[in-house]
């Protein structure tokens, strides 16, 4: 049995439980990743980036290789999003250059091909006991999993795209077998996400990368309704772990989300404006981000006066500080070292 982590250690988990801290806590999306020398060097040995997940001594090294070298109060789980679909009978691989593809692609295929093979998944469950165990007690544990509207895309088309066209295709075209797609993405990422939570992690974030390509009736179908659906079978089995709702490009959605969905915190998009979030969403529920990437790389004043915004912006709430999406690749290392010393050197008050 994993004993659970203590708040008053962790200034992470205590902000995802309502309490504001006088420093934000801080971690970044895609923390660990190619901008990293030392994860290119592991990536080099490794071969092939599916292999590199379902390797669990070195997706623990992965993880832990940012919170070593930034001291980030927050270490998420390497892994990907698209291990849900491989759990559900899709073949997965990566194409060099192009990203994921998965066969068969659901847009022909029969849905008596998806039958959850869980099993698939242990990998990942040992490299979240295997980084448990190395993580200092002052460092919240981020697991994670894709929402069931973002997953579905790539299911159903069998790769990434930009629109989108061939899940929404179906979700107006054939419902009910798109509806069975979801419930069982929705499904599958309960027992997984339970998994993880049992095998160490803290606390948990819902990634929903492309919500934002929904028109608002479909968004309410399809993202509010499948993972407050997610959302309650956690809670039924885990009910003091948190978990963090993240619908990029919800927009002025975000506020239908929260309440929809029950998350316990959210995260914001770089195209919100904090003071937005401020105004708009209930007062004591914790936000989580929102510096665009991009403000990231170019470093210097800019990205100093940007992060200054949204700290004052979000001073008045329980915030942790966090990019609007993840890291991008050629983000210099001594602009994320300045990011780190500019937020810790804040006092935002409590």
Known sequence: MVLSADPALQPLLATLRGERQAVPPLWLMRQAGRYLPEYRALRAQKGGFLELCYDSEAACEVTLQPIRRFGFDGAILFSDILVVPHALGQHLWFEAGEGPRLAPPLESASLGDLNAETSRLDPVIETVRKVKAALSPETTFLGFAGSPWTVATYMVA?????????????????????????????????????????????????????????????????????????????????????????????????????????????????????????????????????????????????????????????????????????????????????????????????
Not at 203 to 225: H, T
């Open 158 to 350: 069998g790769q990434g795209s930009k629109d989108h066209a061939a899940a929404r295709r179906m979700a107006y075209a054939d419902p009910v077998r798109f509806g069975a797609i979801i419930d069982a993405i929705v499904e599958t990422t309960v027992d997984y996400l339970s998994a993880q939570i049992d095998a160490g992690v803290d606390a948990v974030q819902l990634f929903d990368s492309w919500a934002g390509s929904l028109s608002p009736d479909q968004f309410r179908e399809w993202v509010i309704a499948p993972n407050a659906a997610i959302v309650a079978g956690l809670r039924a089995r885990h009910p003091e772990t948190p978990i963090i709702g993240f619908p990029k490009g919800a927009g002025a959605k975000l506020v239908d989300y929260a309440e929809g969905t029950g998350v316990d915190a959210l995260g914001l998009d770089e195209t919100l404006d904090p003071r937005w979030a401020a105004r708009a969403l209930p007062k004591d529920l914790p936000v989580q981000g929102n510096l665009d990437p991009l403000a990231l790389i170019a470093g210097g004043t800019t990205l100093d006066r940007a992060v200054d915004e949204i700290l004052e912006a979000l001073s008045g709430r329980p915030h942790i500080f966090n990019l609007g999406h993840g890291i991008l690749p050629d983000t210099p290392i001594e602009n994320v070292e300045r990011l780190v010393d500019r937020v810790r050197g804040s006092q935002t008050g409590v």
